[in-house]
């Protein structure tokens, strides 16, 4: 048979050990997150403009969340925008210095620098 005894003491005891939520959100504050897209798996999904390298062999597929490079291999990087997250209008490869440009539909310019995969401007 159960003993009522020992799981209202089991219960008890796990509603009072349990940590007050409200005071620990007033005593951490709000986490500084702004979370966004930086892996995607499958196909390109949300593509509207590409552009071609034949020197680097690269694709260069804009995408909502920034530029997709596909390349030979599998080689596959997502280089995310963190300011302007509307659709790509156009990207363009910069010959001869690595760089990558897209254009969104909202008037914004992201700059990105393919041999580090780094943000240069936005």
């Known amino acids: 048979m159960f003993n009522f005894s020992s799981i209202s003491k089991t219960l008890t005891e796990a509603y009072t050990g349990a940590p007050n939520v409200d005071a620990l ?27 071609y390298d034949p020197i680097q062999r690269l694709l260069a597929v804009g995408v909502d969340t920034g530029c997709k490079v596909l390349g030979a291999h ?33 008037g914004g310019i992201d700059v990105w620098s393919l041999h580090s995969q780094t943000l240069l401007a936005s």
């Open 25 to 51: 959100q007033t005593e951490l504050g709000t986490p500084a997150v702004a979370p966004r897209v930086v892996a995607e798996y499958g196909g390109v999904h949300s593509a509207t403009c590409m552009d």
């Open 74 to 106: 599998g080689l596959e990087a997502l280089l995310a925008t963190p300011h302007h997250v509307e659709p790509a209008m156009a990207v363009q490869f910069v010959p001869g210095t690595g760089r990558l440009v897209r254009l969104s539909v909202d």
